[in-house]
DNA sequence: CGATATATGTCAGTGTTATTGACATAATAT
DNA sequence: ATATTATGTCAATAACACTGACATATATCG
């Protein structure tokens, strides 16, 4: 076992590890609000949001699927599914293989609406990577994935790698 | 203007965008998840760890202090404040210079509560930025900050600085 | 002094997102 | 034939947030 030395490590006293924790509270307060802000003039929030992000990224996805990756309950998806199915934002396809499964894909409104959203984070992210530069964006991506359960983390670099 | 050359900007196309905004979905939702399973078991949710965890960083903060913070309005602070007040995780002093201020300090209790619900967030944290080491953890915060709105970043700068 | 502004608190109503538990149906697998 | 899986649904509950309106105490300004 090494002795650690303080200062090799100054980045890990809990001044520096509060300022992570700080800043990704404030930056995923200020990430929400652009969408949500949209959301507001819609009968949707953010849930709605994040299904249809994640259809779109996934087409064909099943609902265990999605259940799985947004890591939500059966009741809660049901519900907003539900509703963007209704009024024609997502699609419902039976399984050809299971026909039990219900593949899930973005019509060409949902893709729209899926679109608008995007572009209110794409444009923010867009300009924080551009201020920082490539490899802070890099640090960027590293320590986030790190902080992603360690058993989730393959599901996740499966679905930012797509 | 400069042109862009694409293959100089491989960090922000899409595909990159979409990365980090993912990224951080991930990581958010993990990341409270932590002390969301401690608060569970007490009668408190998110919202009061986010007070307890800024009035244990700004001891003497006022109402107001934490309103513009969090960015919540007043009757949801009130409730949740109320809550910590009556069970004697938060102790509320008239100001002195200004007796119509409440300063907020947290209790022993509160102090003793609030370090249990840091401790899981600081391992994950610690052990993602050693993973990642010192560069990485300077470009996380980088691009987080540059994540916050422009007109914000002052007082987060002014925040974890502290 | 009187008017106005500020800091805080509170009441009533509403909405979104999520939960748990129980149960139902259809299709697949053993 | 039975068990399991994928999905859906009903009912109840809870945390967290919002808006709007109003109240009180204190401070500040003209």
Redesign the pocket.
């Known amino acids: 076992m090494q002795r650690k030395l303080p200062h090799s490590n100054l980045y890990l006293r809990e001044e520096e590890l509060r300022r992570g924790i700080e800043l990704l509270y404030f930056a995923y307060r200020d990430f929400t609000r652009d969408p949500d802000n949209i959301?507001a003039d819609s009968?949707?929030?953010?849930?709605?949001?994040?299904v249809l992000y994640f259809v779109g990224r996934n087409p064909g996805t099943?609902?265990?699927?999605l259940?799985s990756l947004?890591?939500?309950?059966?009741?809660?998806?049901?519900?907003?599914?539900?509703q963007l199915?209704e009024d024609g934002y997502v699609d419902?396809v039976?399984?050809v293989?299971?026909?039990?499964?219900?593949?899930l894909y973005l019509t060409d409104k949902g893709k729209a609406f899926e679109k608008e959203l995007f572009e209110t984070q794409r444009q923010r992210v867009a300009e924080a990577y551009k201020k920082a530069g490539p490899e802070a964006v890099a640090g960027f991506w590293e320590v986030l994935l790190n902080i992603v359960n360690e058993e989730e983390r393959e599901a996740v670099l499966r679905q930012i790698e797509k």
């Open positions: 959301l009968s949707f929030g953010r849930a709605h949001h994040r099943t609902v265990s699927g259940l947004l890591r939500i309950t059966k009741q809660s998806l049901s519900r907003v599914l539900g199915v419902q039976s399984g293989e299971d026909r039990r499964q219900r593949l």
